[in-house]
């Protein structure tokens, strides 16, 4: 199975003014980030606004950036729901479609409790020959997937490989999976505990210096790759000012790489929230745009 490790962006979704998928640009923000330190990119995921994107255009989005990478970086596709039979049938839709691999979110809303969250993730790594990442983020979907329960499936469904653990209250080794850091904050402490890399979201920003620190750490370099990391905090932190992907986005636009366009319920940011994000953009260094 692949390993999956070092900078994996869960990248934006670009849509046009009239709130349409804009595949152009989604291969150009695509060919940015390969050429901006990301190993891989997630899509159709929680940054991607998947929950209002439908299943053909997450097979074009797919598509769209396959045929702009080819085999350039591992593509990673958001399989997942709260409806196990619309998962399963999304994760055989993605794998056919190209996919390196697909990312399961826990069911969220409908509350599964455990036996039914593991009935799902299995079902879901039945439906593909495909490397399986868990995603779990219990400040969206409520519940938490301990790390025994994870560990326990990993023993069972043999091509669950990795979570992306975006609980920092338990981020640490789990046997049986790669850990990947599920918020940037942590994304140095994950490699100090073990893992092997993110899915991040600041990487649109400051895709090379978080390779650099992904990078110090394998080398040995502990004292470079906590100072490349606490420089890198601030923008960190400005990525939450507003629920994401509205930050990234507003971002991104200010920096000229793509449009911040986004569907209902996400809205722009507010002026404030701008002026804060142009100014950490500015503190880095960055050229902002007018």
């Known amino acids: 199975m692949?390993?999956?490790?070092?900078?994996?962006?869960?990248?934006?979704?670009?849509?046009?003014?009239?709130?349409?998928l804009d595949?152009?640009?989604?291969?150009?923000?695509?060919r940015f980030l390969v050429e901006n330190g990301s190993d891989g990119l997630v899509l159709a995921?929680?940054?991607?606004?998947?929950?209002?994107?439908?299943?053909?255009?997450?097979?074009?989005?797919?598509?769209?950036?396959?045929?702009?990478?080819?085999?350039?970086?591992?593509?990673?596709?958001?399989?997942?729901?709260n409806d196990t039979r619309h998962s399963v049938r999304a994760t055989r839709d993605a794998?056919?479609?190209?996919?390196?691999?697909?990312?399961?979110?826990?069911?969220?809303?409908?509350?599964?409790?455990?036996?039914?969250?593991?009935?799902?993730?299995?079902?879901?790594?039945?439906?593909?020959?495909k490397p399986v990442i868990a995603y779990n983020i219990p400040s969206r979907c409520v519940i938490n997937v301990p790390p025994e329960d994870l560990a326990a499936m990993a023993a069972d469904f043999p091509n669950l490989v990795a979570v992306k653990q975006?609980?920092?209250?338990?981020?640490?080794?789990?046997?049986?999976?790669?850990?990947?850091?599920?918020?940037?904050?942590?994304?140095?402490?994950?490699?100090?505990?073990?893992?092997?890399?993110?899915?991040?979201?600041?990487?649109?920003i400051v895709g090379p210096q978080m390779q650099d620190v992904a990078e110090a750490h394998e080398r040995g370099e502990s004292e470079r790759a906590k100072r490349l990391d606490e420089e890198l905090q601030p923008i960190y932190e400005v990525m939450g000012v507003t629920t994401n992907p509205i930050p990234v986005k507003t971002a991104m636009e200010m920096l000229g790489i793509?449009?911040?366009?986004?569907?209902?319920?996400?809205?722009?940011?507010?002026?404030?929230?701008?002026?804060?994000?142009?100014?950490?953009?500015?503190?880095?260094?960055?050229?902002?745009?007018?």
Do not use: W
């Open 95 to 129: 794998t056919e479609a190209g996919a390196d691999a697909v990312l399961i979110v826990t069911p969220y809303y409908n509350k599964p409790n455990p036996a039914g969250i593991r009935a799902h993730m299995e079902a879901c790594c039945e439906a593909t020959d």
């Open 166 to 204: 975006a609980n920092d209250d338990e981020l640490g080794p789990i046997e049986g999976l790669e850990v990947l850091a599920g918020n940037d904050n942590v994304f140095l402490r994950a490699l100090e505990a073990g893992g092997t890399g993110g899915i991040t979201v600041a990487s649109h």
């Open 2 to 20: 692949t390993t999956f490790k070092g900078v994996i962006t869960a990248m934006v979704t670009p849509f046009d003014a009239d709130g349409e």
């Open 45 to 81: 995921g929680t940054t991607g606004e998947a929950p209002t994107l439908d299943d053909d255009e997450k097979l074009a989005l797919l598509r769209a950036v396959r045929e702009e990478l080819g085999a350039e970086a591992q593509l990673i596709v958001g399989t997942g729901s």
């Open 258 to 290: 793509c449009e911040a366009h986004m569907r209902l319920p996400m809205v722009p940011a507010t002026d404030a929230q701008r002026d804060t994000i142009r100014a950490a953009l500015e503190a880095r260094g960055l050229e902002v745009g007018a």
């Open 23 to 30: 595949l152009p640009a989604c291969r150009r923000v695509a």
